[in-house]
């Protein structure tokens, strides 16, 4: 049993110890978990100081503070105040100060301001945290089998969405640290350095060929179906032709994309999209974010802290514009959402992801590349690149969010659900495109190979990374 499992049997067995009389057999463990995600995230802050908990270092990055009661006012708003009829919120402002987005649940303080915000305090933050917390427990328990299996999917919506926070929280409270010359450490020494050999500057090798695997055509079932949960973006499950293709074997590595910078890739305009171009020019960039050239040589902040760049770890911080403008130098493009869901159908929900703690994409580790030990493309039989086998295809999940070529949109058969909670995923279906399989912030138990995640294409503040794809030659 791993370190990681035991502790979350551990936490289960703590969370069912305490007393719940009334609750139903099936309220006791859902509260455990309710429990379980909401003690990972306050985890997740310890070591942070007050003054780390409030900072807003741009528009899209939230404060800690306000994740740690964002996500509190969504089980007060979304649970307590249809179904507790007794409750009165302390503080009813914290109704517009911590909704996100949510037109139907009524006026918010604008995102951008978020910063702005010094009161409530991290520690009155933390005593409402617990208030709902309180009056979560109260309601589960005095809540009969009807009235639960109402609550049930909420609450397991609410978890989900806490556990979204949590990887938003990491990779924010990371742009936080960036900001400041001290190179603040979130987590002592996690980000270890890969113990494959390092080659020398300008004479790099990659720490296992990238092969790529061939799929033939076929028309396969996309999104999810089933029992237990999922978004409404998941959804409906529908047939999908996909066209012969072929996926590469692992992501790009920080190496590999140090060739394209070196190739001058962030000067030449015929790999880029228009948007991304205009991008590139106006952000100035030059490499991905964190990155810093120091006496010729790569540097990176972490949130280990600021560290030499590892070439056989997986390339993060990477736009959707520089993905698939490396891509284009590389002779490839990137995968559809489709063909990468068709790849992973078959593949273990297995990879490095926050419950490691390393909240940094590792290189493939040597037991990978014995898998990939072919010495070459044509001396395997088809047969034999088949995604099934172990190792075929390698940080599928976890490490870094990969880019799809796919625009975000709905699925055939999808309407958004009525009332604010319908506003949780289809009214951004415009302008995003799809990431698939997880990261290194991202929890094992939040995510599916039908998870759809998206961001807008000049984001690059998440873990996200590159794969590659090719049609057949
Ligand atoms: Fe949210």
Request: net charge negative.
């Amino acid at each position: 049993m791993s370190p990681s499992a035991a502790a979350t049997i551990d936490q289960t067995a703590a969370a069912q110890s305490r007393s719940w009389p009334r609750s139903t057999s099936a309220a006791t463990p859902l509260l455990a978990r309710f429990h379980e995600v909401r003690d990972f995230t306050n985890e997740l802050c310890a070591g942070l100081a007050p003054e780390d908990h409030v900072v807003q270092s741009m528009p899209e990055v939230s404060p800690t503070k306000w994740h740690l009661a964002h996500t509190t006012w969504f089980f007060e708003t979304f649970i307590l105040k249809k179904w507790l009829s007794r409750y009165r919120a302390v503080v009813p402002e914290y109704a517009y100060l911590f909704n996100s987005y949510y037109n139907a649940a009524g006026d918010m303080h604008r995102r951008d301001l978020r910063g702005l915000i010094s009161r409530p305090t991290v520690e009155e933050t933390q005593r409402y945290r617990a208030s709902i917390d309180a009056c979560i427990d109260d309601l589960i328990l005095e809540s009969d089998e009807k009235l639960f299996r109402e609550i049930e999917p909420i609450l397991t919506l609410g978890i989900h969405h806490e556990q979204q926070h949590q990887e938003l929280l990491i990779t924010d409270i990371k742009h936080v640290f960036a900001q400041n010359p001290l190179h603040p450490v979130f987590r002592e020494n996690v980000a270890r350095v890969s113990n494959l050999p390092t080659a020398g500057e300008g004479k790099f090798e990659t720490c296992s060929t990238m092969r790529f695997i061939e799929f033939d055509e076929t028309t396969v079932e996309i999104g999810h179906d089933g029992p237990g949960f999922s978004y409404d973006n998941e959804g409906p499950r529908h047939p999908a032709l996909v066209p012969a293709f072929s996926l590469a074997s692992r992501p790009v590595t920080n190496g590999e994309f140090i060739a394209f910078i070196e190739a001058g890739g962030y000067h030449r305009p015929e790999f880029w999209l228009s948007l991304g171009w205009n991008t590139v020019n106006e952000q100035r960039w030059q490499a991905p974010l964190y990155w810093t050239k120091r006496d010729s040589r790569w540097w990176n902040f972490t949130l280990s802290g600021f560290r030499r760049v590892d070439k056989n770890e997986p390339v993060t911080h990477i736009s959707y514009f520089e993905a698939d403008a490396y891509a284009n130098w590389a002779g490839a493009r990137l995968p559809t959402e489709f063909e990468w869901e068709r790849a992973a159908a078959d593949l273990a929900i297995d990879g490095n992801f926050v419950e490691k703690k390393r909240f940094h994409p590792q290189a493939a580790t040597a037991q990978e590349d014995r898998h990939l030990a072919c010495p070459d493309r044509q001396a395997s039989s088809p047969s034999q690149h088949s995604a099934s086998l172990p190792g075929g295809l390698v940080q599928m999940f976890g490490d870094v969010w990969e880019w799809t070529r796919s625009a975000y949109s709905p699925y055939p058969g999808y309407h958004a659900g009525p009332g604010a909670l319908g506003e949780y995923n289809g009214k951004f279906m415009c302008n995003q495109y799809v990431l698939r399989g997880g990261s290194c912030a991202t929890s094992r138990t939040h995510i599916r190979k039908t998870y759809r995640n998206f961001f807008q294409p000049d984001k690059r503040w998440q873990f996200t990374g590159i794969r590659l794809a090719h049609d057949p030659a």
